[in-house]
């Protein structure tokens, strides 16, 4: 918690200096300001109970997962608009220029992951255009390909999302969800394309790895019966 009397710091100028720069397990080619025991993140902590947590500053499964498969399938993008929704440290956006996307959007609620998300483009050499903003009770963005992960994690906020969701893909767009299968995941709305192991920080492992899925919108309301099939595995 931030201690009383103390002044915010500059957002990019701290995360520089206090949160090393290193490849993210399981997707090497990328390196991203991670934080550490000795990050002291406090400092960067609003005194609002309503200020975000650093979720940016650490590895989540949803993202990792998302991020690896559009690295190793960058003709789902190469060419098309991709927008990444709670952008968080801007793994996902990244990933996504790296594999050819034509222009990437990166949004998040945190203006802190906003620095950090033009710090780690600029580590790895792209360009990202970054939004501090929460879009998901407006309209749907103009883009090809809404990329979301792991927003799941909370009853309410999983709600909000699944309707954004379901008004971007009846607007035309493409959704593609990266999630460990938290809690408020509607695996039933959900189609799996793909399942990796990745690292996650969230659900108490600490970093360990974890099996991910990445998922498509079936098109099904809540409660419909969705065809069955297996996903594939790496």
């Known amino acids: 918690?931030?201690?009383?009397?103390?002044?915010?710091?500059?957002?990019?100028?701290?995360?520089?200096?206090?949160?090393?720069?290193?490849?993210?397990?399981?997707?090497?080619?990328?390196?991203?300001?991670?934080?550490?025991?000795?990050?002291?993140?406090?400092?960067?902590?609003?005194?609002?109970?309503?200020?975000?947590?650093?979720?940016?500053?650490?590895?989540?499964?949803?993202?990792?997962?998302?991020?690896?498969?559009?690295?190793?399938?960058?003709?789902?993008?190469?060419?098309?608009?991709?927008?990444?929704?709670?952008?968080?440290?801007?793994?996902?956006?990244?990933a996504a220029a790296k594999a050819g996307a034509r222009a990437v959007t990166a949004v998040d609620i945190d203006a802190n992951a906003i620095a950090a998300i033009g710090l780690n483009a600029a580590i790895n050499g792209v360009d990202i255009v970054a939004l501090a903003a929460d879009i998901i009770e407006g309209p749907p963005p103009e883009t090809d390909l809404l990329a979301v992960g792991d927003l799941f994690y909370d009853p309410s906020l999983a709600l909000r999302v699944m309707a954004f969701l379901r008004r971007c893909q009846a607007s035309g767009i493409e959704?593609?969800?990266?999630?460990?299968?938290r809690a408020y995941l509607p695996q039933d709305e959900l189609r799996r394309i793909a399942t990796h192991a990745v690292a996650d920080f969230g659900g108490g492992t600490g970093g360990g790895a974890v099996l991910a899925g990445v998922f498509a919108l079936s098109g099904k309301a809540e409660g419909e019966i969705m065809p069955g099939g297996r996903a594939a595995t790496a």
């Open 175 to 181: 959704v593609l969800i990266g999630d460990p299968e």
């Open 1 to 94: 918690m931030k201690r009383p009397g103390m002044s915010q710091p500059d957002p990019a100028a701290f995360i520089g200096a206090n949160l090393p720069i290193s490849p993210v397990p399981s997707i090497p080619e990328i390196c991203l300001h991670t934080a550490g025991p000795a990050s002291g993140l406090w400092r960067l902590a609003g005194s609002r109970e309503a200020d975000p947590p650093p979720y940016w500053a650490y590895p989540w499964a949803g993202g990792a997962v998302l991020a690896r498969h559009l690295l190793d399938q960058p003709e789902t993008i190469a060419g098309r608009r991709v927008f990444d929704l709670g952008a968080g440290s801007g793994l996902v956006a990244i």
